[in-house]
DNA sequence: GCCGTTTTCGGCCCGACTGTTTTCAGTCG
């Protein structure tokens, strides 16, 4: 047996990192300990499996010793010491903007600060503008920092960060002297939460486009603002999404889009191969180092080609194994490969467009089939169809898709399946159905045995083709029902149920990585919005982004296919 | 601390902005 587990090794790597850094030892040093407490966690192999540490790459002989007398032992002699040395008080404070741990060991060695409270009360005694490197200003930062400390979360959702992306995009679109922009950043790599967002601009003339930015509706605070950098904090209700903007001459637009989308690991990954080339990486192109001579490139494509790669998709950029795989990457799904919405609502549920209105805006999309799939009985609250309206539901549906010989309407349903892990429908009046989806919005406190016997009764039915929101988490909201995953996934392989990428930028439900390792087994996945009017329509392009981030082929992905593939693979999975 | 097809030392991705300085360190992404 071993004395801690593996992810208490990764968090004990990374306190000695946050101690070393307060220390002010040296910087690659403290990368180190980073650098394989990263490294550890990429691996897919438990602590048990994982021999040597030292073969991975970034851990050596030193913390290889580290991490085996932590998993002894639950500790290791450095850590103990920079415990005895160094004020736990201290770590929450590398939190606080502008301050590091150059600055933090200062405070603790001069002013014998040891938490935030000691902080706090030496501003207030303006004992910190004296301190050389420091300065009033930054003492009223600081000051001003500490009380808001922990008011806000350090990731926001996607979903809350949409309305201003769609602010932004407008603005940006109506200042003249913006030649092109686009959202870098985590947004473009498709995670789940964001800690900013990312603009690159291309224009002549950044001091009038930086003037128009300050000038923002939302603007609640400038951070910084400087030539061609500039950073606010845009206030929506009670949220506060921080903005960067980066301003470059077009011919840099390439070059600054790949550094500015990231992530940064990704960046390291491509500077070391530039380095090896004799050539440095900046955001304004590519230097030759021998002669002085910067390139410049038209795309991204053209950029990454120049590595002799082929474009590699923003949502695989993590640092890892891209740049080996980049080849593999050329059949993954992509939002032009989406034929079919196959999970959303209307005003015979909870929606708030009828079927008709539904359909035309699928249409209108470019898709070519579709299905409705209104809540069951069982969601009272959500106006859930009796067994006689969903017939007269499924007649209307009918009855609308012979006057379109190009798009198919699938029949629908939300089933619920219920607290006792009973089924919402009798059997015939499933068989009728085109798409029977199945999912859990009730008793999410249930043990994991109950909920995924639910789970279980679901996939083994005949009729049942698809598992929504297979989690039920909500993004930083709440963590969903006690589900085991790996068991679901072997589960649907077995009956050949499909799983769901809910697009839903609450859900986005199964993550990247569930979806990752359900492909890996085998099952087929739709990625659906579940849209309860029009713009959720839109969230496609999200859900599409977390099977790109999940490396999901596009034959595995059942909603690219043709209404007739999907039929008859649902007939074929039938038992 | 890690690493090596310039290999056991000397680098480690690169640049903008701020606040402090008066030429730059620290922080950040």
Same mark, same amino acid.
């Given at each position: ?33 980073? &650098?394989?407490? #990263?490294? +550890? @966690? ?7 499996? =994982?021999?040597?540490?030292? *073969? /991975? ?83 009223? &930062?600081?000051? #001003?920092? +500490? @009380? ?7 990731? =926001?959702?996607?979903?809350? *960060? /949409? ?413």
């Amino acid at each position: 047996m071993t004395a801690i587990d593996k992810k208490s090794v990764i968090q004990e790597l990374e306190r000695i990192a946050v101690y070393l850094e307060i220390k002010g030892e040296n910087a690659f040093r403290v990368s180190a300990y980073r &650098k394989a407490a #990263q490294a +550890l @966690e990429q691996d897919e192999r438990s602590l048990a499996e =994982l021999e040597d540490p030292s *073969v /991975l790459n970034g851990v050596g002989k030193g913390t290889a010793g580290i991490i085996d007398d932590l998993v002894k032992t639950g500790s290791t002699e450095l850590l103990d010491q920079l415990k005895a040395e160094i004020p736990e008080g201290l770590i929450p404070l590398l939190k606080l903007p502008g301050l590091g741990g150059k600055k933090i060991g200062k405070l603790y060695q001069e002013l014998n600060i040891t938490s935030a409270a000691d902080l706090k009360k030496a501003c207030e005694e303006k004992q910190v503008r004296d301190l050389s490197g420091f300065g009033a200003k930054t003492e009223e &930062k600081i000051y #001003q920092e +500490l @009380e808001d400390m922990g008011k806000r979360p350090e990731r =926001l959702p996607v979903s809350a *960060v /949409l309305p201003a992306v769609a602010d932004l995009n407008s603005a940006l679109d109506a200042i003249e002297e913006v030649d092109r922009f686009e959202l870098a950043g985590s947004f473009r790599r498709g995670r789940e939460t964001v800690k900013d967002l990312d603009y690159i601009i291309s224009t002549e003339y950044p001091g009038e486009v930086g003037e128009r930015l300050l000038s923002m509706e939302k603007v609640s605070a400038v951070i910084s603002s400087g030539k061609t950098k500039i950073s606010l904090e845009l206030q929506y209700d009670d949220v506060i999404v921080p903005v960067d903007f980066r301003m470059v001459q077009d011919e840099s637009f390439a070059t600054i889009l790949h550094h500015f989308t990231g992530s940064k690991d990704h960046n390291v990954l491509m500077r070391q191969r530039a380095k090896n080339n004799g050539e440095k990486i900046s955001e304004y192109g590519v230097e030759i180092e021998a002669t002085g001579e910067m390139l410049h490139f038209a795309s991204e494509a053209e950029f990454f080609s120049h590595f002799d790669l082929p474009w590699i998709p923003p949502e695989v950029r993590n640092g890892t194994t891209e740049l080996e795989e980049a080849e593999t990457y050329v059949d993954l799904v992509s939002i032009n490969d989406i034929q079919a919405d196959l999970h959303m609502h209307t005003t015979w549920s909870d929606g708030a467009q009828s079927i008709e209105e539904m359909v035309e805006a699928c249409r209108n999309r470019g898709y070519s089939f579709m299905a409705i799939t209104d809540h069951g009985k069982f969601l009272k609250v959500a106006n859930g169809l009796s067994d006689e309206r969903l017939q007269r539901q499924h007649e209307e549906i009918r009855q609308l898709r012979t006057a379109y010989d190009d798009f198919d309407v699938f029949t629908g349903i939300e089933m619920d399946i219920l607290p006792d892990g009973t089924l919402d429908y009798a059997d015939d009046v499933l068989k009728n159905i085109d798409f029977v989806i199945a999912s859990i919005h009730s008793s999410f406190n249930q043990d994991e045995n109950t909920i995924m016997a639910r789970l279980e009764t679901a996939c083994n039915h005949p009729q049942v083709a698809m598992i929504a929101h297979p989690t039920g988490r909500l993004i930083e909201k709440r963590p969903g029902y006690r589900v085991d995953v790996d068991r679901l996934i072997q589960k649907a392989y077995e009956t050949g149920t499909i799983l769901e990428i809910n697009a839903n930028p609450n859900r986005l439900d199964l993550s990247a990585a569930w979806a990752e390792k359900a492909q890996a087994a085998g099952v087929k996945i739709a990625v659906n919005t579940d849209a309860h009017r029009y713009e959720m329509l839109d969230h496609m392009e999200l859900g599409v982004k977390t099977a790109r981030r999940a490396k999901l082929k596009k034959e595995n992905v059942v909603n690219t296919w043709t209404a007739a593939q999907l039929k008859a693979w649902l007939t074929s999975t039938d038992e």
